[in-house]
Every structure is written in structure tokens, then in C-alpha cells.
T-cell receptor, first 114, second 116 residues
Framework: ETGVTQTPRHLVMGMTNKKSLKCEQH?????MYWYKQSAKKPLELMFV???????ENNSVPSRFSPECPNSSHLFLHLHTLQPEDSALYLC?????????????FGDGTRLSIL | AQKVTQAQTEISVVEKEDVTLDCVYE???????LFWYKQPPSGELVFLIR??????QNEISGRYSWNFQKSTSSFNFTITASQVVDSAVYFC?????????????FGTGTRLQVTL
């Protein structure tokens, strides 16, 4: 079983839709992350959760709303998105926020906004 | 502020050639960690190596080797006898500090294309 699983793999939505991205990790980690990867840009950290508590919001617009019900699951709720939000959204997990252990990534959800 | 520069946007080699991917970093911390990740077309970033700032010993893992030089703030990655399966985007990343809320800063990546 893969360490970090993201669903769906692909998502096409209109600007007025509401959808959610899901991430699940089976590694026993306590920190989870959302990143945005756009073409020709470095990966952008969006949110960080450590032991289910949000520890970082990297100035992300409110149309992105994260949720972390437990250390194994992370959601990204989407509503009223803009065309510039089309990107690959990557979830990652690591042992915790402080130990500099490697982050392990999922395959990502490729999001297209019509 | 920390910064990672991967000046090579794209590299093309023929199978069995050796190739080196460059990574230069900037940090004010004396304690930091450097990482390399591989992103194949499937999208997942695969962790390759982590090196801390106090360990300048070069590392070899199969066809992969890493050259860490603090004097030039570089952490270069060499693939020996490249194969088509090595085709991917490779990211270098930096994390500062220890025991603090670390933040991983990525470079823009180098796309490696290995052809037959």
C-alpha cells in the first residue's frame, strides 16, 4: 500500500462548484502538508498541520479551506476557484514539523478550473 | 531568507551518459538540511536523499552520487550511466534549523530527458 494516497487524481470543475481533495497517509506521521505546483514555479507550501493543529497558512486565499480530522487524513475544500488555481496539488506527510525528517508525497491531484 | 537555485532548466542526454544536476543554496543558518527529490511523469515526488550541514561526506547509492560542498554552497547530484527510467524532474530543497518549525524550500527543478 502506498504511503500517501491522494484522491481524485484528476479534477475538472467550474468556478462556481464546490469540491474536496482528500489525502490519506499510512506512515504513522504526525505532520501533513498541502503544496501547489504550477508550471514553471517552485512548489508553494499552502498549509501545514502538526498533530491535527494547523501551524501554517502561507497567505492562501480563503477559497481554499483545509481540514485535518486526524493525523492520517487531510482535506482541501475548494469553492469559487479561479482559472489561475489550475495546478497540481500535492499532499505530503512527515514524522512531525520539527525534526527535519523527509516529507513523503502523494501522486497529487491535477486540478483544472474551467 | 533561504533560497535554492537550480540553474539548469532542462538537460537531455543519451542513455549511458553521466549527468550532473546542479544545486546552489543560500541560508544564514549554520544548521540546515538538504534534500533531493525525483518527480516522474506520474506526479509523485520521490525522496532520494537528506544531508545535514555538518556532514560533508559525499554519498553514493548505486548509480546516484551526491557532492556536498559548503565552501560553494552547492549540493550537486550525479547520475552515472543514465537510463531512460531516470527521465523525470529533479528538485533540490533546503530546510533550515533543528527543533524549530522547519520549512522546506524547493528549487524550480531540472527536467532530465534520457533518450535511447
Amino acid at each position: 500500500e502506498t504511503g500517501v494516497t491522494q484522491t481524485p487524481r484528476h479534477l475538472v470543475m467550474g468556478m462556481t462548484n464546490k469540491k474536496s481533495l482528500k489525502c490519506e497517509q499510512h506512515l504513522g506521521h504526525n505532520a501533513m502538508y498541502w503544496y501547489k505546483q504550477s508550471a514553471k514555479k517552485p512548489l508553494e507550501l499552502m498549509f501545514v498541520y502538526n498533530f491535527k493543529e494547523q501551524t501554517e497558512n502561507n497567505s492562501v486565499p480563503s477559497r481554499f479551506s483545509p481540514e485535518c480530522p486526524n493525523s492520517s487524513h487531510l482535506f482541501l475544500h475548494l469553492h469559487t476557484l479561479q482559472p489561475e488555481d489550475s495546478a497540481l496539488y500535492l499532499c505530503a506527510s512527515s514524522q512531525d514539523r520539527f525534526s527535519n525528517q523527509p516529507q513523503h508525497f502523494g501522486d497529487g491531484t491535477r486540478l483544472s478550473i474551467l | 531568507a533561504q533560497k535554492v537555485t537550480q540553474a539548469q532548466t532542462e538537460i537531455s542526454v543519451v542513455e549511458k551518459e553521466d549527468v550532473t544536476l546542479d544545486c546552489v543554496y543560500e541560508t544564514r543558518d549554520t544548521t540546515y538540511y538538504l534534500f533531493w527529490y525525483k518527480q516522474p511523469p506520474s506526479g509523485e515526488l520521490v525522496f532520494l536523499i537528506r544531508r545535514n550541514s555538518f556532514d560533508e561526506q559525499n554519498e553514493i547509492s548505486g548509480r546516484y552520487s551526491w557532492n556536498f560542498q559548503k565552501s560553494t554552497s552547492s549540493f550537486n547530484f550525479t547520475i552515472t550511466a543514465s537510463q531512460v527510467v531516470d527521465s523525470a524532474v529533479y528538485f533540490c530543497a533546503l530546510s533550515e534549523g533543528y527543533g524549530t518549525a522547519s520549512k522546506l524550500t524547493f528549487g524550480t527543478g531540472t527536467r532530465l530527458q534520457v533518450t535511447l
